[in-house]
């Protein structure tokens, strides 16, 4: 008869009632908890010769924590991102367990002590503007098929969502019969936000549901906006083929404008820099992207050469006019935090 350890029983409540019960994950960050538990098990099994059966708490520890992430960057190759993703897993069950098991505090403390590696190499990859209009006049709008990938394509950059938050999109997601005309995306944490909609992007969208309306006029207004030939929610690989298609259509009239590998997060990059570049303000970009920090925002800031550029000219400008003055320049607050981001 099998008995479980206490490992496995609290894995098992950590994924199945604390995470959607009271923290209100969403099943797309269970499942890649999940996955990261999966990994750690793994090489406890194969690296450290503890089958899972017999693995306990008293073997969740710093140092094989420590391991395992060393493993993943050594071993596997992962990137730091994917690193510092696992270990963030590791430390929110850690501090779970703090509440729990407190008779082993000290344990899970140490865990949550490890420090995040830092990513030297993190590079945003974006389409500059042209190559946007270019992809997005690949699709054949004069067909049913080519109006529903110009409005997925569009829509996924227009409003910069993730391509998960376009795949749950449903009916009435979207505002399209009075002013302001709003979508509503579901992001990471279950976090509701309202993005504006113009005109464009409204009319793409308008066009679509009209060649669509025999199957979205009786349909419940939870059913997905975007569907595949079953009626089912579009998957994440379903989004990013449709993706892969038009861009390899775009690549071949112009490469100079068009990367050999395009993502679905590259668009939701490729919009934030633009709209940086237009001089959006960083408050604005975050609320569109739904970033919880600005600190996340400012990366686009710190990867902007030209506007990098362009700051220290304002300062140089400053610097040498004739009615320069001191406090003038320590004024400027938009200007200094430019300048502390410079070379980041």
Same mark, same amino acid.
């Not at 908890?33 to 059966?53: L, S, W």
């Not at 596997?76 to 098991?101: D, G, I, P």
């Not at 344990?107 to 590079?123: F, G, H, N, T």
């Given at each position: 008869?099998?008995?479980?350890?206490?490992?496995?029983?609290? &894995?098992?409540?950590?994924?199945?009632? *604390?995470?959607?019960?009271?923290?209100?994950?969403?099943?797309?960050?269970?499942?890649?908890?999940?996955?990261?538990?999966?990994?750690?098990?793994?090489?406890?099994?194969?690296?450290?010769?503890?089958?899972?059966?017999?693995?306990?708490?008293?073997?969740?520890? =710093?140092?094989?924590?420590?391991?395992? !992430?060393? $493993?993943?960057?050594?071993?596997?190759?992962?990137?730091?991102?994917?690193?510092?993703?696992?270990?963030?897993?590791?430390?929110?069950?850690?501090?779970?367990?703090?509440?729990?098991?407190?008779?082993?505090?000290?344990?899970?403390?140490?865990?949550?002590?490890? /420090?995040?590696?830092?990513?030297?190499?993190?590079?945003?990859? *974006?389409?500059?503007?042209? %190559?946007? =209009?270019?992809?997005?006049?690949?699709?054949?709008?004069?067909? /049913?098929? %080519?109006?529903?990938?110009?409005?997925? &394509?569009?829509?996924?950059?227009?409003?910069?969502?993730?391509?998960?938050?376009?795949?749950?999109?449903?009916?009435?997601?979207?505002?399209?019969?009075?002013? /302001? *005309?709003?979508?509503?995306?579901?992001?990471?944490?279950?976090?509701?936000?309202?993005?504006?909609?113009?005109?464009?992007?409204?009319?793409?969208?308008?066009?679509?549901?009209?060649?669509?309306? $025999?199957?979205?006029?009786?349909?419940?207004?939870?059913?997905?906006?975007?569907?595949?030939?079953? %009626?089912?929610?579009?998957?994440?690989?379903?989004?990013?083929?449709?993706?892969?298609?038009?861009?390899?259509?775009?690549?071949?009239?112009?490469?100079?404008?068009? /990367?050999?590998?395009?993502?679905?997060?590259?668009?939701?990059?490729?919009?934030?820099?633009? !709209?940086?570049?237009?001089?959006?303000?960083?408050?604005?970009?975050?609320?569109? !992207?739904?970033?919880?920090?600005?600190?996340?925002?400012?990366? *686009?800031?710190?990867?902007?050469?030209?506007?990098?550029?362009?700051?220290?000219?304002?300062?140089?400008?400053?610097?040498?006019?004739?009615?320069?003055?001191?406090?003038?320049?320590?004024?400027?607050?938009?200007?200094?935090?430019? &300048?502390?981001?410079?070379?980041?």
């Amino acid at each position: 008869m099998r008995t479980d350890t206490d490992f496995a029983k609290q &894995l098992s409540r950590y994924l199945s009632e *604390y995470l959607p019960y009271e923290r209100n994950v969403s099943p797309n960050t269970i499942l890649s908890y999940r996955n990261a538990f999966v990994q750690y098990i793994e090489f406890m099994r194969d690296k450290k010769g503890i089958k899972v059966e017999k693995l306990r708490l008293e073997n969740f520890t =710093k140092d094989n924590v420590l391991c395992f !992430l060393n $493993h993943l960057t050594d071993e596997k190759h992962c990137s730091a991102k994917t690193r510092n993703q696992r270990l963030a897993v590791m430390k929110s069950f850690s501090t779970w367990l703090q509440y729990v098991e407190v008779g082993r505090m000290e344990l899970w403390q140490k865990i949550r002590s490890i /420090p995040a590696m830092r990513d030297m190499e993190r590079k945003l990859n *974006y389409l500059p503007l042209e %190559g946007v =209009k270019l992809l997005l006049e690949q699709p054949d709008a004069n067909t /049913p098929k %080519g109006q529903r990938h110009l409005a997925i &394509l569009a829509l996924m950059y227009e409003t910069g969502m993730r391509v998960q938050e376009l795949a749950d999109l449903t009916v009435d997601s979207v505002r399209l019969d009075v002013e /302001p *005309y709003t979508i509503r995306i579901v992001g990471k944490g279950r976090k509701t936000r309202i993005v504006p909609l113009f005109k464009s992007i409204v009319d793409i969208l308008r066009i679509y549901l009209k060649s669509e309306q $025999h199957v979205l006029k009786s349909a419940s207004i939870q059913h997905p906006l975007f569907y595949n030939t079953r %009626g089912e929610r579009l998957t994440r690989a379903g989004i990013t083929y449709i993706l892969k298609t038009y861009s390899d259509l775009a690549r071949k009239k112009n490469k100079e404008i068009i /990367p050999g590998r395009i993502s679905c997060h590259m668009l939701r990059h490729s919009k934030a820099m633009h !709209l940086l570049q237009a001089g959006v303000n960083l408050v604005y970009i975050r609320d569109l !992207l739904g970033h919880v920090s600005i600190e996340t925002t400012e990366i *686009y800031a710190r990867t902007d050469s030209n506007a990098k550029r362009k700051a220290l000219e304002k300062v140089s400008l400053t610097i040498t006019s004739n009615d320069a003055n001191k406090a003038q320049w320590e004024g400027n607050v938009s200007l200094l935090q430019w &300048l502390k981001g410079y070379g980041k």
